[in-house]
């Protein structure tokens, strides 16, 4: 099992431009979500996800959209980046209930300019 | 709302010595409590899981205790090396607004000197 895989590891954007970063994972876990982290913030969350077709905001949520078309893939986009969202971003899956263990991908670094 | 509480934010020991890190949360009614490991520039590793059934896990060097009445977990590392050294993140899951939360501390960085 790869466990959960992210791309691409570093990215730098300029003000305005869009990306997506990649997240999949290979556990058939239908918990999914995405962190980013800050300096002195620790890590919050931004989006989540229970299954294909479900998602919901978490604490930071602007700025960003989710799709979950497949249990495997959960996308994170950024539509028009700014450069407050410069940060670490970490996917993350579990197994179902709240009662299982969180798996973290190795994080995307991304800085706009 | 949940708040999760990690002192020392830095720790600094001699390679040998057992050592304590502690995570407080203020919100006893938790599904679990997990502590991760993370190396500089690296994502984050799962080091125990306790369930809130449970009092404690171990794994090799590493206990972590749970005490959710008081809302207290503690990770206890025995004969530090080096290669422990990292920042150590405690987080809770618990039930925020209908919907479940994975709250993190800050860490704790652990530096084990040779």
């Known amino acids: 099992n790869a466990g959960v895989t992210q791309t691409p590891k570093f990215q730098v954007l300029k003000t305005g431009q869009s990306m997506t970063l990649q997240c999949a994972q290979d556990?058939?876990?239908?918990?999914m979500s995405w962190y980013r982290q800050d300096p002195g913030m620790g890590l919050r969350l931004i989006h989540y996800s229970v299954g294909a077709g479900i998602t919901d905001q978490g604490e930071v949520p602007n700025g960003y959209n989710v799709s979950r078309s497949t249990t495997e893939d959960f996308p994170l986009r950024l539509l028009s980046a700014a450069p407050s969202q410069t940060s670490v971003y970490f996917c993350?899956?579990?197994?179902?209930?709240?009662?299982?263990?969180?798996?973290f991908g190795p994080g995307t670094r991304l800085t706009v300019l | 709302k949940q708040e999760v509480t990690q002192i020392p934010a830095a720790l600094s020991v001699p390679e040998g010595e057992n050592l304590v890190l502690n995570c407080s949360f203020t919100d006893s009614a938790i599904y679990n409590l997990q502590w991760f490991r993370q190396d500089p520039g690296k994502g984050l590793t799962s080091l125990l899981l306790i369930q809130s059934s449970q009092r404690e896990q171990t794994s090799g060097r590493l206990n972590a205790s749970l005490d959710k009445s008081s809302g207290r977990s503690t990770l206890y590392i025995a004969a530090s090396q080096p290669g422990d050294s990292a920042t150590y993140l405690c987080?809770?899951?618990?039930?925020?607004?209908?919907?479940?939360?994975?709250?993190f501390g800050k860490g704790t960085k652990l530096t084990v000197n040779p």
């Open positions: 987080a809770v899951v618990s039930l925020g607004g209908g919907s479940e939360k994975l709250v």
């Open positions: 556990m058939n876990h239908e918990y």
């Open positions: 993350a899956s579990r197994g179902p209930g709240p009662y299982n263990e969180q798996f």
